[in-house]
């Protein structure tokens, strides 16, 4: 299993990034797919999840109405659409998924929300 974080990068408050996650060595269109991200001194902590045909999606309060899950199977590939970015949401995002027992996990892309 392999999942790679890109399009992370320094953001205004207010402006927006969407991160992607290529996924390969499994059957992508079997599995949930999520995103977390752990800021600075904190836990790790589940930002959203898309279930395995894209119909169904969850989010962290804190990102409700600001964030978009999104994934195309046809391209193995899962989206983090993210708008309104605040200072607060700076941390460094990872696409996550969990096969046979076991969570696995990308590298993370960094997003750094500032003035």
């Known amino acids: 299993v392999q999942l790679v974080e890109s399009g992370g990068g320094l953001v205004q408050p207010g402006g927006s990034l969407r991160l992607s996650c290529a996924a390969s060595?499994?059957?992508?269109?079997?599995?949930?797919m999520n995103w977390y991200r752990q800021a600075p001194g904190k836990a790790r902590e589940l930002v959203a999840d898309?279930?395995?045909?894209?119909?169904?999606?969850n989010y962290a309060d804190s990102v409700k109405g600001r964030f978009t899950i999104s994934r195309d199977n046809a391209k193995n590939t899962v989206y983090l659409q993210m708008n309104s970015l605040k200072p607060a949401d700076t941390a460094v995002y990872y696409c996550?998924?969990?096969?046979?027992?076991?969570?696995?996990w990308g590298r993370g892309t960094q997003v750094t929300v500032s003035s």
């Open positions: 996550s998924t969990f096969r046979w027992g076991q969570r696995y």
């Open positions: 060595g499994f059957t992508f269109n079997m599995y949930v």
């Open positions: 898309i279930s395995s045909n894209g119909g169904s999606t």
